[in-house]
């Protein structure tokens, strides 16, 4: 890759809740200070949803974390603070007042940042229409870019680090697996479950129990742990395990990201949520179940079909119904226990399938890149 000359850059990220605003945020940050030797500061409201995606980071006002200088966000904003050459709002946060004032006397000066809306994912098709629009603010003239990040070229593309589908490859899943303390039950499927509460769990738990195939599943501290245990009647905590018919159970530690990324790789099949953990997902390159962010009026069942319209598009795929089954009774609360027994036949294709959309996505430019080259644009 050319050497890319070095800008300074403010990433501003409000956390709404749970962790992909800062999931986001924090891998963008991680890349562009690392990969593309950028100088990167990322304001964050709640330091404490880094350090849980990131346990280096500490509870502090301001750090070094992984390259990345880490500010708290603070409602009150400082004033002797320097506008970067490049601000990016995390998800259509506002900036505050000051910083936008600054900016304003920066595009007086003769040298206005470039100013970018980093937008949530979606696979949408206005989505390329809307990537790269721009609109004049208007009571200081500063120019914004809309930044929509998606599954195609016309989109800005999706967070992929440079190495990591060499890493990926390269993994040592009997040493990733010891060092999170886990022993894979012997030809069992092993399945990572990341989600939202979820009444539907108690069908896939059942089905697992019942599986000709065993099941070694790993859940994580969180939201979907309260919905097994109260699916099971149990108090499962991390580091506990359980068994039942054909189910082998693990509660694992909530992993560092890098961690959690490895985590997709070893697993047969990925269930996932949100907004960051479904893209890596797509990079693991396995089967994988989404868990859409639930918005008001239904408008994620829309997101969610747009998704497997694309996802689908791509070939012959025999077991399109069956997927499409499974993800929408999956979101909308229903059994699953049918559809599952359905994609366990046909788990074949359906791993043929992530392959080749992992591979149509990775010829794709990243996220980061597309970002760059956006940043040292010669301004219109
Ligand atoms: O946590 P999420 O549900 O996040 C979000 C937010 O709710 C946000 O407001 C919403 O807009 C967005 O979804 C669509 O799911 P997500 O995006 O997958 O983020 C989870 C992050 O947590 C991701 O970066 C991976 C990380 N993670 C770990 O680091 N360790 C773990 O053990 C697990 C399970 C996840």
Known sequence: MPATETKSWDIFCRVID????????WRLARQLANEHHQQVRLWVDDVNSLIRIWPAAQDIEQQFCAGVEVRHWADEFPTSIHVAQVVIEGFACDIPASYLQEMAAQKRAGHPPVWINLEYLSAEKWVEDCHGMTSIHPATGLRKVFFFP???????????????????DNVDKRLFLEQIGV???????????????????ASL?????NSPTPIHCLVPHG????????????????????????????VIP???????????????????RGEDSFVRAQWAGKPFVWHIYPQDEQAHIVKLDAFLD?????????FADCLRNLWHHWNEFEDVKDDWAKALELLQPWQVATGEWCEYLARQADLAAQLIALAHRPAP
């Open 223 to 250: 939201k979907i742990l309260t919905s097994v245990n109260q699916a099971l009647g149990i108090s499962l905590q991390t580091g506990k395990q359980w068994h039942q018919g054909n189910l082998f159970l693990d």
């Open 254 to 272: 909530f992993l560092t990201q890098v961690e959690y990324d490895r985590s997709l790789w070893v697993c047969d099949i990925n269930f996932v």
């Open 310 to 318: 694309s996802f689908l598009a791509r070939d012959n795929n025999i």
């Open 205 to 209: 738990l059942s089905a697992w129990i």
């Open 183 to 201: 022993q894979q039950k012997s030809d069992s499927l092993l399945i990572s479950l990341f989600a939202y509460e979820n009444p539907a769990i």
């Open 18 to 25: 749970n962790y992909g605003d800062i999931g986001v945020c």
């Open 150 to 168: 998606g599954f195609t070229p016309e989109t800005g593309g999706l967070l992929r680090e440079q190495d990591l589908l060499t890493n990926r």
